[in-house]
């Protein structure tokens, strides 16, 4: 197709993780959340879908922005809706940021190893991207925050996927702060980490906070993420956004997913309390991993290969993510699931190693 | 915000039309079905809702893509589900299009009046756009054709709005073989419409036909759109696209509603219905209004302000869009509701004029 853009021309797509349809996996490699959604987030979805979905959803999600703004105001004193924007997904969120701050040809900086998107986000724009490797601790050197070329962006995630470890809010606000850009904080897995960023977004109007409903909340397939931004930030985002981005059903479950307090509390200390074991349990079994503040555990085995134990695995029904980065090295990601699925887990490795 | 993109900050973000929350109005301003979606819709998003939203969608939308090709067959022969796209809402559609084929700089050229959201897209994209006013019969001249600076992408709302008329698609295969650029073919409106243009998809691979599930089958809320477009073309739209863009609910919820063919029949029917009594009311009152083929109505009274009745109705509890296109002209844009809504509507013009 000679009318395609050569930016597009030239890239492969953003592979997601295998979603196989038809065979029932243990399925540990996409970092869902093995629960069910909050009961009260069915029941409203039910309502709306049943009142019939002939209009228009409310372009602004209102009714989300108020019950989130309500809640965040632990975190950010004073914060209105005019704080947050939703998006279908948080991917959605970044590319509206993307769309907003990067011209054609200039710069977006972002870690390896780190969430593969970034690097999509970049082509499609037809930017540039300025790769910055994590130090063998998972800290970041000043490489990150150094001006070179046209920077116009800065993606960092935190906590980190696949590494699970967070930078701590302090060392964030350093890097916003030496940055010469704006600085996109993806927190799709804060949730489920010990500190957050979102007090930095008042201190100051470069950094933005984006969320994600998928895994904390168990509604990665309603799509609903949403951004904290200084109101003058959000205003420009808005622009770029499809007025509809977020349907009628997503607004009202992810409203009622963040009301459910006492699901989420219990919802995440399952998961911790199982992460925990995940953790404790591969180191026995000869895995090097580090402290996950996610809902996954990033390993390596110090004798077996990591993709050869990713193909075992899955030939015995049990799916998790193998990844490779270049100049960096190869490792498992390994997703927390139920107590249930981490009992298959480790009867199959144990079988395998 | 000195790092947003000047065309992001010069420009002014789309403006849908006026969805009131709260108060209750008879609602005809932005082409919203006024009947319930099928049952079947309901029933199948209830069954994913209950099953659990905890997974990522299938990125493909393949049960949707498989039963739309299996319908679209009678149009494209031997039409397979690669020569489907599925979006977030034809807006979704329409953003990815522009995204893979125009470069910042480039232009985007359009009829006017038509549909207000192509200029966002171009200005989101740091576009140019080369605007072509619809002859007063509402054909377009050769002016649409014409090769002019970079040209890389053309819309065409086929049915138009706010006119309710289309372009015989004979008509179009002419403007898209002349064209030097692909033509987006906008068909959210052509499932009320005798004709359209999904056979010329297969003539020539520059052509694309979007579709919307927003009015012709009652889903707006929903947000589900689709393109149909050779799959040498699909396959680079879909490195543009979200992976995730379409959620479990909307994709199960779109396939039960192309599924069923009783209900689809015997809503656009009643909508015909309805159109014609409407065009026919507002003649004899006094409107110039053209024949539509879509589920709304573009009238201007021979003696009213369109703005000062568009005003008055709203006082009255009555929605209807009030357009104004400059060097063009306004008038009113009603949309086709139900004969009680039309009887309500009639009754508070009769007040008025």
């Not at 005019?82 to 991917?91: A, E, K, R, V």
């Not at 509206?96 to 499609?124: C, K, N």
């Not at 490489?143 to 906590?159: I, K, M, Q, V």
């Not at 009301?259 to 309390?273: E, M, N, P, Q, V």
Request: net charge neutral; charged share 20%; proline share 5%.
């Amino acid at each position: 197709m000679p009318f395609v853009r050569p930016n597009i021309a030239a890239m492969h797509g953003y592979t997601p993780g295998e979603q196989p349809r038809g065979m029932e996996y243990v399925k540990l490699n996409t970092n869902e959340n093995p629960y069910q959604c909050s009961p009260a987030v069915k029941a409203a979805i039910g309502r709306v879908c049943q009142a019939g979905l002939q209009r228009y959803p409310d372009p602004a999600a209102t009714q989300f922005r108020e019950r989130a703004a309500e809640l965040l105001e632990a975190e950010i004193p004073g914060i209105t809706p005019d704080w947050i924007l939703c998006g279908n997904g948080s991917d959605d969120i970044l590319t509206i940021v993307t769309r907003t701050f990067v011209e054609s040809g200039d710069v977006i900086r972002f870690a390896r190893p780190s969430y593969l998107l970034y690097d999509t986000l970049a082509s499609i724009q037809g930017a540039q991207t300025d790769v910055v490797n994590y130090e063998r601790d998972w800290t970041l050197g000043s490489r990150f925050t150094e001006l070179r070329g046209r920077l116009s962006l800065a993606f960092l995630a935190n906590p980190n996927s696949p590494s699970g470890t967070a930078i701590p809010p302090a060392e964030v606000a350093r890097i916003a702060a030496a940055l010469p850009c704006p600085l996109l904080v993806d927190e799709a897995y804060a949730d489920f980490a010990e500190t957050n960023c979102l007090h930095l977004v008042a201190e100051n109007d470069r950094v933005m906070v984006a969320r994600s409903l998928s895994k904390s909340y168990a509604l990665a397939g309603l799509r609903f993420g949403f951004l904290v931004a200084q109101p003058h930030v959000i205003f420009e985002l808005a622009k770029v956004k499809d007025s509809y981005n977020c349907d009628s059903l997503s607004i009202a479950g992810a409203t009622a997913a963040i009301d459910d307090r006492a699901w989420f509390k219990r919802t995440r200390g399952a998961i911790l309390a199982t992460r925990g074991k995940l953790t404790a349990e591969l180191r026995e079994r000869g895995f090097e991993c580090i402290d996950s503040q996610a809902n996954f555990v990033w390993c390596r085995h110090s004798k077996q290969s990591a993709h050869a134990l990713y193909q075992r695995l899955k030939d015995d029904g049990v799916l998790v993510r193998y990844m490779k980065y270049e100049g960096w090295g190869e490792g498992l990601r390994i997703s927390v699931g139920t107590d249930e699925q981490l009992g298959t887990l480790l009867a199959k490795l144990s079988a395998i190693l």
